[in-house]
Every structure is written in C-alpha cells, then in structure tokens.
Nanobody, 120 residues
Framework: QVQLVESGGGLVQPGGSLRLSCRAS????????MGWYRQAPGEQRELVAV???????NYADSVKGRFAISSDNAKNTVLLQMNSLKPEDTAVYYC??????????????WGQGTQVTVSS
C-alpha cells in the first residue's frame, strides 16, 4: 500500500502562490504516474496535473501556465507549484499515485487531501 501525505494548503489571496507537497512512502517511482487532482464542493474530482516516471507532464487546461508539477526524488515528494491563484482554484487538492502491476492491474492511491482557499 502506498501512503500519500499532502501538505501546503491554506488560505491565499488571488494572485498569490502556494506550493503543495505530496510525500509518498518509499520512492515515488515505485509508481508509474504521480499527480494532483482537486474537488470543489458540489463538483466532481478533476485532474490538475500529472507527472510520469519518465518526466512527462500534463496539465488541465485551466491551470496551464500557472501551475507546475515536479518531483523531488531524494525526498520521495511530488510538488505542485501554484502561481497566479484564482478564486476558481479553491478546492480540496488530492495527491494520487497510479501503479500498474505486471498482470495489468491498475492501482490507485489517494492522499487525504489538503484545502486550498483563494479568497476574494
């Protein structure tokens, strides 16, 4: 079982920045893909950004140019740098890890979530 612990959320003014951290048990690259999702009240959980073991990244259109996902392998951590924050970014942000077994089974692991509130 992969344990994921998020931190770094909080209250920030529009235009401000936050850095979210996701620390994984063991090496993050025991997994194939690490990512961040978010869920606002009354809305479904949506993908924010993902990074693969090979370093490829993908972002939701709504955050492109403002958010950056990266990995710190020495600290078993995936980071999400969030700049130019908007009130629409307010949500609970969840760290996610995906791992595919040799048999083809895809495993999904989730952190507990960290609240990001962008006040107006």
């Amino acid at each position: 079982q992969v344990q994921l612990v998020e931190s770094g959320g909080g209250l920030v003014q529009p235009g401000g920045s936050l850095r979210l951290s996701c620390r994984a048990s063991g090496s993050i690259w025991r997994n194939n893909v690490m990512g961040w999702y978010r869920q606002a009240p009354g809305e479904q959980r949506e993908l924010v950004a993902v990074i693969t073991s090979g370093g490829s990244t993908n972002y939701a259109d709504s955050v492109k140019g403002r958010f950056a996902i990266s990995s710190d392998n020495a600290k078993n951590t995936v980071l999400l740098q969030m700049n130019s924050l908007k009130p629409e970014d307010t949500a609970v942000y969840y760290c996610n890890a995906q791992r595919k077994s040799l048999a083809g089974t895809l495993y999904d692991y989730w952190g507990q979530g960290t609240q990001v509130t962008v006040s107006s």
